[in-house]
């Protein structure tokens, strides 16, 4: 098993360009969560999805979008990046069918918005 | 709502000396309890765990224990190694409530040197 995958690790864009990150997962896991890591900040929960057609808001999703269209890939636009989305971003999967339990992550994507 | 709270660093260690990184949590239900660990660079990787009360999780010579009275889950290491040198997330996933989305702790860094 590859475990959970992203795409790219590193990306830097100009403000206003887009771009899509894309988990992937091959542990037929149903949670999918997708954080971002800042300094001091620790880990901030983006969007998450409980299912394959699934997605919700985390704690800061403006600015993101995402789709679960496969219960494998769970993928996190930025339609207009901001240097304020300068960040780490991490992917994460749940084997648990009531989503409690051990995260498994990706390796992360360094995103850099000049 | 849940949250957790790690005491802050950097905790600054020699090589052998004893480690504890104290973790408390509130919670509204009966949580499960983790530990992570992020070396540079990388993600988050499941170091220990505990799902009731008394539970001791241990791993890699790391040991934690599931303290209900205290709401607390310390994380303990009778001899460190520079190789541990990382940083250390405690976590909580409580499914009370119908939440799927764990609590993270800040996180703590460690430094150990030779």
């Known amino acids: 098993n590859a475990g959970v995958t992203q795409t790219p690790k590193f990306r830097v864009l100009k403000t206003g360009q887009s771009m899509t990150l894309l988990c992937a997962q091959d542990m037929n896991h149903e949670y999918m969560y997708w954080y971002r890591q800042d300094p001091g900040m620790g880990l901030r929960l983006i969007h998450y999805s409980v299912g394959e057609g699934t997605t919700a808001k985390g704690e800061v999703p403006d600015g993101y979008n995402v789709s679960r269209l496969k219960k494998q890939n769970f993928l996190l636009g930025l339609e207009s990046a901001a240097p304020s989305q300068t960040s780490v971003y991490f992917c994460a999967s749940n084997p648990h069918r009531t989503g409690v339990g051990e995260q498994y992550f990706g390796p992360g994507t360094r995103l850099t918005v000049t | 709502g849940n949250s957790v709270t790690q005491m802050e660093g950097p905790v600054t260690l020699s090589e052998e000396a004893f480690l504890t990184i104290n973790c408390t949590y509130t919670?509204?239900?009966?949580?499960?309890l983790f530990w992570y660990v992020q070396y540079p660079g990388e993600g988050l990787q499941l170091l220990l765990k505990a799902t009731k009360a008394d539970d001791k999780g241990s791993n890699k010579g790391f040991e934690a224990t599931y303290r209900k009275e205290t709401t607390s889950f310390h994380l303990e290491k009778g001899s460190v190694q520079v190789s541990d040198s990382a940083v250390y997330f405690c976590?909580?996933?409580?499914?009370?409530?119908?939440?799927?989305?764990?609590?993270f702790g800040r996180g703590t860094s460690l430094i150990v040197h030779p």
């Open positions: 976590a909580l996933s409580d499914a009370s409530g119908g939440s799927y989305i764990p609590t």
């Open positions: 919670a509204t239900g009966y949580p499960s």
